[in-house]
């Protein structure tokens, strides 16, 4: 089956500094990846779709200077939280397709801690 | 047991028995859905699909029912077993220029050995 890697699985940072997440998909080339954000016992909630090599398309609300996704690669994506703060605490959970259209394949996800 | 996810986000079933967990989308343009089942800290898993061409499918000891006339989507599992306790979750994909998958609320299984 696909893998999606996440990484790191938890990171605690002090507030005003960035942390990066990656996400990788392991043994296939990923269309689309999906950046998600889940708070304690609620549902995913789509932050960005990000093509390869095209700028990620955000969703309203999503501040893009503040969630900075880079999708260099068929197989890596990064979403570096910029100047993190406590509100910015979070699951963060990344996925990725093969196809325009057909099953998600997600990371892990990672849980971010700002002190 | 039965429950509409929006309004009984718990369902709690005996061992053994079937499950039915439905949900509710709103986008008439989507055309492909996804269960997910979630454990505590970790990604969603898929469970099974379906698209917007089809009314039912089904898995092993799974059913998704699609009704697109009400926007209804219901995942059914038979012999409920402990290892299916978790969050369930249906996607739906939303097509258009950029092809996008949302999540529904959620309903948390617990079955009860």
């Known amino acids: 089956g696909a893998v999606v890697s996440q990484h790191p699985s938890r990171v605690i940072c002090k507030s005003g500094t960035s942390v990066k997440i990656e996400c990788r998909s392991l043994d296939f080339q990923a269309t689309t990846m999906f950046w998600y954000r889940q708070f304690p016992k609620k549902s995913l909630m789509l932050m960005a779709t990000?093509?390869?090599?095209?700028?990620?398309?955000?969703e309203q609300g999503v501040e893009k200077d503040k969630f900075l996704i880079n999708h260099a690669s068929l197989t890596l994506s990064t979403l570096t939280v910029t100047s993190a703060h406590p509100e910015d605490s979070s699951f963060y959970i990344c996925?990725?397709?093969?196809?325009?259209?057909?099953?998600?394949?997600f990371g892990e996800g990672s849980r971010l801690t700002v002190l | 047991g039965e429950s509409v996810g929006l309004h009984l986000p718990t369902l709690s079933v005996q061992e053994g028995d079937n499950s039915i967990i439905n949900c509710a989308y709103s986008n008439s343009a989507s055309d492909y859905f996804i269960w997910y089942k979630q454990e505590s800290g970790k990604g969603p898993q898929f469970i099974i699909d379906i698209r917007s061409n089809m009314d039912k499918r089904q898995g092993q000891r799974v059913t998704v029912l699609l009704n697109k006339t009400v926007k209804h989507l219901s995942l059914q599992i038979a012999a409920t077993q402990p290892g299916d306790s978790a969050v369930y979750f249906c996607a739906e994909n939303i097509a258009g220029g950029y092809q996008k998958v949302t999540f529904g609320t959620g309903t948390k299984l617990q079955v009860i050995p």
């Open positions: 996925s990725a397709r093969k196809q325009s259209v057909g099953e998600l394949f």
């Open positions: 990000s093509n390869e090599g095209s700028k990620a398309t955000y």
